[in-house]
């Protein structure tokens, strides 16, 4: 497979083609569908109805179901542009870059803790997820979104949310306590070539770390190539997420705090002083002699590579003060005590820390070499490499200027320039096929993540590169390709089987139906939250930590459960601990986060069930959920149902269910009273004074039942 | 990997499962008109009903102690002399060059450095690692010429699992829940079990495939209680648990009445007739708290190194003992056991998580005479190879490698094939995955070639096209 393979051809722009039905289509996405099934013999879906069609894009744009409200609108609004208005509507809506944000985190295997053994919490990680959630928000070119990413640090270096934009490499997995520093280099290395390969490129690079690719034309020497570009980075931790005029005003408080209390801070670090030298001489004792002499090794004579060991070790020699206070015993504990107060008088000059974010930078100007190695081996290198493209795409050397004025190899700037490029054949085509696998459930090319041979040909190539080049000469405008998927026939086609159809393309790969989907784990727990009332729509900031389920294992780094608002804010806020997710969206499929992950597994299990079933929180869901319908319905029971059918699904229930429901009513009121005795029911958050207990239990159970059922979680 | 949106699938459920197996006369039949109608409302046949089998099983559950990553033959059940002979010199040109994962083909044979020693009556050979299983060789069937297809691990261990490098098929475990149903509703029929990181290639390895989804294992937690959320709140009464899920079912089938075609809907339904069946036998099941001290000890509990797995074993019997028909218990999930540096370091820590366990499993097994009835299968998705990777290591060997059965109905003590004089390839009497899947299946009373669903048009069958049952393997 070579360099004729679809994937690494220039995007070919060829005009939408000329159809029969050619009054089904609203967009040149659709010309294309249509050929494609015109010539199987197939005939697209009709438009699904209008709520089914509302509920649809709501969830798919913005994670949320559509309010009744917003239902009720759209049913009344019979201008001809009524769905392209609710479309401008969801993109417009913060709610959109929760939804979109994620998937993207998906991809960059993003965690805020470090993995391994002791799992530690990685501060201050949560603002990559800001950044992400803000650049789908604010409609960021892709172009301009990937190089931030890739090298946001040396293209702009006075802007805090660039440098954090680098920490897409930064959410590697690491075992910070290893003691070889050099495997655990070349493992963060391999970490991030990974990643790279498959989110921009869609590539397996992977393989390739050991030998060339079996299946596709990346040669190990591609895989270094690539891998070079980040040979010189480090993770920075400590960038200033303030202008630098606030950061010079942070200065100059800090330096009059540091002054008045430089003489009690003295006496401090007097005491701790011996301790740490202790604990920074058991520390260095344990490292290999390589590092220990890049350690003590003169600045001025430390070589590329050592200043990569110097800076990964410096760590192991830092010491936070609280914590080696502990250790001090007798007189000296009493005098830190005392110092302690002393300090804490001055607290009020004291400006504090500074908002800080992590990332990655280059640590100076001049690269450590970077040499095949083999079998992936860090201490068996083989040739040296450069920095360089995959080949068959690009054989060229890429054009290296470091940055001026920065200290920097702008190593990454050539990457990322070589990414952004209009020419490049791969990135646009892998990102609006990552557009439409979301979209659509299911990509062109059908393995989001993998271009190559083993990941499947494209359903309609021609369809793809049309969208590709559209997207390049739009100026990479996402929400622009974004509302031209979603408001086209293709998109609007009903998700009703047809027997015909589906002998001649059972996979539905041409799209002769819109296919149903169900919900992602934080879609179902977002929206349980909506409905009920419950949902805090606070954005940003540090994550959250919910209630864990009775039985789960404490995790290792620990989880200190957040207020019940704070609780209840959309599950992209929740703390995502690499070695323990969350697991009510592990359940329901939240990827691993120790890599990319460009498609979700779709499973259906009894613990998925349970989690819904049986988890206190759900069920404080769903008395939620019973109090507002009881507030904006009752205490008609018929009006309960309506109100609680149009909140969890935007229509109203048929005759069929409103029987069943009163049926239900009826025989469960009792069997809550017959079961009564010794237990506490759990009823509605709001419940009008003399309300029949077992009847409002029932409506707990009602509700809990709606949140539970294929309707809440598919959408179709 | 996807398995949702199977467009025929409901309707090929309908047909293969409306006669038993295999019923190809009607599903031509109703093909012919395209779909099922169902009426609102209207119930399904119970897919996990039990199912005869097509004839007297000597198994009637799995336990597969999958170590994954590739344990070496050469350094546990397949000794080799002639590697010493042979140590720090390249293969003989008569072997060929194969092309292995790291392209270490060309590297020097590397002796095993443990000793071997014969055991029991039927004297088969076992390493100086694994001193507990060595003493129930006499219950074992070693296939020492074992042989798959895949070179990395990714397909390999979906090989392993689904007789295919390539996702998509079902798990052996979902093919027998489909052909056996349930034996115990009030539990999973097929349970996968983790010890460490997530299995390469996570769930499609215990995916239902192409079957209606139903028919997936349940993943258990391998950290904290097995199933979170097992049963309701306090708030809730047993009875009004019921009414809740009447009233859910009720509604799902209203609303799933026009959608004939997705079998996801009525494995949601399913999954949660399951949830509250196990809201009653879950918690019994997996609660070790039972069990003396004298057990746990047997399995390795009261020992760091060996607590994790021995749980899981434990587990594993309590299941069995319940009806589960599979259980797959992974060790060192996420490659554990790829030892392509430093073997010795590597499989002499794997090598002591097993050990214990698994010869604690055969012997609690035995002493409650469950042995008879369960077949417990130790295996990786490869063994490795005879030349050294980095001087210390060996990389992935998929042309010859073992596994060995216990239990079930298999012949007790004896070794079935032969790998050459280095232990590089199966030379008498391989087995291909597929055979020991149809071995598998044999034991469990299934013909392989008779287990079939209709899919996309095709009759398809666990073994895809080609697997014999090893008779030999059966007492």
């Known amino acids: ?716 | 990997m996807s398995h949702k949106r199977l467009p025929y699938s409901r309707r090929d459920f309908l047909m293969n499962a409306g006669s038993g197996l295999g019923a190809i006369a009607l599903s031509s039949m109703m093909a012919a008109d395209g779909l099922v109608p169902r009426a609102a409302g209207a119930t399904l046949p119970d897919p996990l009903a039990p199912k005869p089998p097509h004839f007297k099983p000597t198994a009637k559950s799995v336990i597969w102690c999958f170590m994954e990553g590739g344990p070496s033959h050469l350094d546990t059940f397949d000794p080799k002399p002639e590697l010493v002979r042979l140590a720090g010199q390249p293969m003989p040109a008569s072997f060929g060059h194969p092309i292995t994962a790291m392209g270490t083909g060309n590297n020097t044979l590397m002796p095993s450095k443990r000793t071997f020693k014969q055991f029991g009556q039927s004297g088969i050979w076992v390493s100086d690692w694994y001193p507990e299983i060595a003493k129930h060789v006499d219950e074992m069937t070693v296939f020492q010429a074992c042989w798959a297809d895949g070179l990395n691990h990714v397909g390999s261990v979906c090989q392993m699992n689904t007789c295919s490098i390539l996702a998509g098929r079902p798990a052996l475990g979902s093919w027998v829940m489909y052909g056996l149903g349930s034996a115990n509703e009030n539990l999973p029929t097929f349970v996968v079990l983790t010890d460490a990181g997530e299995v390469i290639g996570g769930p499609k390895n215990w995916s239902s495939g192409f079957l209606p989804a139903t028919y997936q294992g349940t993943l258990f937690r391998n950290t904290g209680a097995p199933i979170l959320d097992l049963i309701p709140p306090d708030a809730i009464g047993n009875r009004q648990q019921r009414g809740r899920l009447d009233l859910l079912k009720t509604l799902n089938q209203h609303f799933d009445a026009d959608k004939q075609d997705d079998s996801d809907l009525d494995a949601r339904i399913n999954s949660y007739e399951l949830a509250y069946r196990m809201q009653a036998a879950g918690p019994e099941a997996v609660d070790l708290t039972k069990e003396t001290e004298e057990t746990k000890k047997l399995y390795g509990m009261d020992d760091e190194a060996t607590a994790r797995y021995g749980t899981n074993c434990l587990l594993a019997r309590r299941l069995v003992e319940r009806g589960v028909r599979f259980v797959e218990l992974y060790c060192g999930s996420g490659s554990g056991w790829d030892a392509h540096t430093d073997i010795e370091g590597n499989h002499s820590k794997w090598c002591k998580v097993s050990d214990k366990p698994i010869a604690g499993l055969l012997t609690d097994l035995k002493a409650r005479g469950l042995l008879d009835s369960t077949l417990v299968v130790w295996g990786g998705e490869f063994g490795r190879t005879p030349f050294n990777e980095k001087g210390d290591g060996r990389d992935h060997n998929p042309w010859g490698f073992t596994i060995w059965m216990a239990g079930g109905g298999v012949k007790p003590g004896q070794v079935l094939g032969k790998t050459d004089e280095i232990g590089l390839r199966g030379v008498e009497k391989r087995a291909h995955v597929t055979d020991i899947h149809a071995t598998v299946l044999q034991a469990m009373g299934l013909d392989h070639k008779r287990v079939t669903y209709l899919h996309n048009g095709r009759s398809e069958r666990p073994t895809v096209v080609t697997g014999e049952v090893i008779k030999e393997a059966f007492a």
């Open chain 1, 1 to 716: 497979m070579q360099r004729r393979y679809w994937a690494f051809q220039p995007v070919r722009q060829t005009p939408p083609p000329a159809v029969k039905s050619a009054g089904w289509v609203v967009n040149p996405i659709d010309a294309f569908i249509e050929h494609a099934l015109e010539e199987k013999g197939l005939r697209a879906s009709p438009e699904a109805d209008r709520i089914t069609l509302l509920r649809r894009v709501s969830f798919d744009l913005t994670g949320l179901p559509p309010t009744p409200d917003e239902v009720a609108a759209f049913l009344a609004d019979k201008s001809p542009n009524a769905y392209e208005k609710v479309v401008d509507r969801l993109l417009a809506s913060p709610r959109y870059g929760e939804r979109w944000g994620r998937h993207w985190l998906d991809l960059a295997r993003y965690a805020e803790s470090e993995g391994f053994k002791s799992d530690e919490t990685r501060p201050n990680a949560w603002r990559y997820r800001d950044y992400v959630i803000n650049a789908f928000n604010s409609n960021k070119p892709y172009d301009r979104f990937v190089k931030e990413q890739i090298a946001g640090d040396e293209l702009w270096p006075n802007d805090p949310w660039a440098q954090v934009a680098t920490g897409f490499s930064r959410q590697y997995p690491d075992e910070s306590n290893a003691r070889n520093l050099m495997q655990r280099r070349q493992e963060i290395l391999n970490d991030i070539t990974d990643t790279v390969g498959a989110t921009f490129l869609a590539m397996t690079y992977g393989c390739a770390r050991c030998h060339d690719h079996k299946f596709d034309p990346i040669l190990q020497a591609d895989y270094y190539r690539l891998q070079a570009f980040f040979a010189n980075t480090a993770a920075d931790d400590q960038i200033p997420m303030v202008s630098p005029a606030e950061v010079a005003a942070w200065k100059a408080k800090r330096a009059v705090w540091e002054e008045k209390t430089k003489d009690i801070r003295a006496q401090m670090d007097a005491l701790l002083a011996p301790k740490k030298a202790a604990l920074a001489k058991e520390n260095f004792d344990k490292f290999p002699p390589e590092i220990q002499a890049a350690v003590t090794k003169d600045p001025a004579a430390r070589t590329p590579y050592e200043w990569q060991m110097y800076a990964k070790a410096k760590p192991y020699f830092e010491f936070d003060d609280e914590t080696t206070a502990k250790s001090l015993k007798g007189a000296d504990r009493d005098k830190y005590k005392e110092l302690t107060a002393q300090l804490a008088a001055f607290s009020s000059i004291d400006p504090g820390p500074l908002p800080v974010g992590i990332g990655m930078r280059d640590l100076n100007d001049k690269a450590p070499a970077t040499h095949i190695l083999n079998v992936g081996a860090y201490d068996a290198p083989k040739e040296e490499v450069q920095p360089g493209f995959l080949t068959i795409v690009d054989p060229n050397d890429p054009k290296i200027v470091p940055p001026a004025g920065l200290n920097s190899t702008g190593r990454r700037t050539a990457l990322a320039n070589w990414l952004a490029s209009p020419d490049n054949p791969l990135t646009a085509r892998v990102f609006v096929n990552r557009l439409w696998h979301y979209h659509f459930g299911q990509g062109i090319a059908p393995s989001p993540s993998d271009f190559g041979l083993m990941g499947g040909r494209p359903t309609n190539p021609e369809l793809l590169d049309w969208l590709a080049a559209d997207f390049v000469k739009s100026g990479w405008d996402v929400k622009r390709m974004q509302k031209m998927m979603v408001m086209s026939a293709a998109y609007r086609q009903s998700s009703a089987f047809n027997a015909e159809a589906a002998k001649q393309d059972p996979d539905n790969r041409l799209l002769w139906r819109f296919p149903r989907q169900r919900l992602e784990g934080e879609e179902i727990r977002d929206a349980a939250l909506y409905v009920s009332g419950l949902l805090n729509d606070k954005m940003s900031g540090p994550s959250v930590f919910p209630q864990l389920p009775a039985g789960t294992a404490k995790p290792r780094g620990g989880w200190t459960v957040s207020s019940p608002e704070e609780q209840d804010r959309r599950s992209i806020y929740i703390f995502v601990r690499r070695n323990a997710r969350y697991p009510m969206l592990e359940q329901f499929d939240m990827p691993d986060t120790h890599e990319s992950c460009g498609r979700r597994n779709q499973t259906i299990t009894a613990p998925q069930a349970m989690s819904l079933l049986n988890d206190t929180v759900t069920l404080e869901w769903a008395q939620a959920f019973a109090g507002r319908v009881v507030r904006e319905a009752g205490p008609d029971p018929n009006a309960e149902i309506e109100r609680a059918w149009v909140l969890a699904f935007g229509r109203k229930p048929d005759g069929f269910e409103k029987d069943t429901v009163q049926t239900f009513f009826a025989k469960q009121k009792q069997v809550i009273a017959d079961e009564a005795a010794n237990r506490k029911l759990a009823l509605p958050t709001t419940l009008p004074p003399g309300t029949d207990t077992s009847q409002a239990a029932a409506l707990v159970d009602f509700c809990q039942m709606l949140m539970n059922s294929n309707e809440f979680v598919y959408v179709n």
